[in-house]
């Protein structure tokens, strides 16, 4: 067991802090730093990420449950331990991450390109793959992207969240928001011109693209 003493930093200490683009931390310089006290030592966040949003109607249900005690012997209360109710719903999120890749590479210093490289591969890789671990021993949320949307450039950033303004609906949602998201791409680059040159893209539904293909992508 680790045991940590809460304690006041002195001046000393937060000044020797490491300076804005001396991290060697990828989590730093990615998601930044702010200290009050100490403003030589925060550094800008390089990466942004969006709330998730369902790109459908939701219904929220609900679980009702009991709890057993198995040391009561009935002799003078009897029935549950616990009567509780969790609310849940199922649904297919659209998620938005932006990262300036020139701040990543400033933050960790310009001779940690290899490091910035690992960074966004094992972020880009943790969105695809890894599940939020909140109720996961209730309700086994494992899933993983099944869609995903690369794309690189010297323009400004843009969300496409607009394509899922008016939900999506049918017995096939997931192919239904894919058509929306991509339609929205396509018109949002003819009336502003295209915001990548090559993006890469790897769609889980038709066998399409490659996760691997998405992490060199982003990487390089």
């Known amino acids: 067991m680790v045991v940590t003493e809460k304690r006041d930093w002195t001046r000393k200490e937060l000044e020797s802090l490491p300076k804005e683009s001396d991290y060697s931390a990828a989590d730093l310089a990615m998601f930044g730093r702010m200290l009050a006290s100490s403003p030589k030592a925060n550094a800008e966040a390089a990466v942004q990420v969006a709330h998730a949003i369902s790109v459908h109607e939701v219904a929220v249900e609900d679980d009702y449950f009991t709890a057993v005690d198995d040391l009561n012997e009935g002799a003078e209360d009897a029935g549950a331990a616990h009567i509780g109710e969790t609310e849940f719903a199922s649904g297919l999120f659209y998620l938005y991450v932006c990262i300036d890749q020139e701040l990543l590479r400033h933050n960790l210093g310009d001779n940690n390109k290899d490091l910035a490289g690992k960074a966004l591969r094992a972020l880009t890789e943790a969105a695809a793959k890894i599940a939020p671990s909140g109720k996961q021993n209730s309700f086994a949320s494992r899933a993983r992207a099944s869609y995903i949307l690369a794309e690189k450039g010297d ?66």
């Open 155 to 220: 323009e400004q950033p843009r969300s496409l969240a607009v394509a899922f303004l008016k939900p999506v609906s049918g017995k096939d949602i997931l192919s239904e928001a894919i058509n929306a998201l991509t339609t929205t791409r396509e018109n949002m680059d003819k009336v502003y011109g295209a915001s990548a040159k090559k993006p890469e893209l790897m769609n889980a539904v038709t066998g399409e693209g490659k996760l691997d293909a998405i992490l060199n992508y982003v990487a390089s």
